[in-house]
């Protein structure tokens, strides 16, 4: 059974970076070709797509935050990262990391197999 679980500050000021670490137990993030995702939902509204690393280390972003985002990935911890950039209040949400199983689903949450719970950051202004 595949794992993962967040980890990160829960608050962080406007103007700084956010960074959060996604730990995958019960599989490797090196196993063909599933990709690891992050996705977020700010209050009252859906599921945003940030980006996704896939299990050969290419990266891939959503245009609308590719400016601030970057996705790394530490295959000896089996672990993924995420960090956002320049935050404001409205980046103030739920953080999620999850699995996608296939490449054509790298960038589509309704596919996801495996989630995280979750974790609130909070950017205080």
């Known amino acids: 059974q595949v794992q993962l679980q967040e980890s990160g500050p829960g608050l962080v000021k406007s103007s700084q970076m956010l960074s959060l670490t996604c730990t995958v137990s019960?599989?490797?993030?090196?196993?063909?070709?599933?990709?690891w995702a992050w996705i977020r939902q700010a209050p009252g509204k859906g599921l945003e797509w940030m980006g996704a690393v896939a299990y050969d280390g290419s990266t891939y972003y959503s245009p609308s935050l590719k400016s601030r985002t970057s996705i790394s990935r530490d295959t000896s911890k089996n672990q993924f990262s995420l960090q956002l950039t320049s935050v404001t209040p409205e980046d103030t949400a739920v953080y999620y990391c999850a699995r996608a199983p296939r490449p054509e689903t790298y960038s589509d949450p309704g596919e996801y197999d495996y989630w995280g719970q979750g974790t609130q950051v909070t950017v205080s202004s």
């Open positions: 019960g599989g490797s993030i090196t196993t063909s070709y599933y990709g």
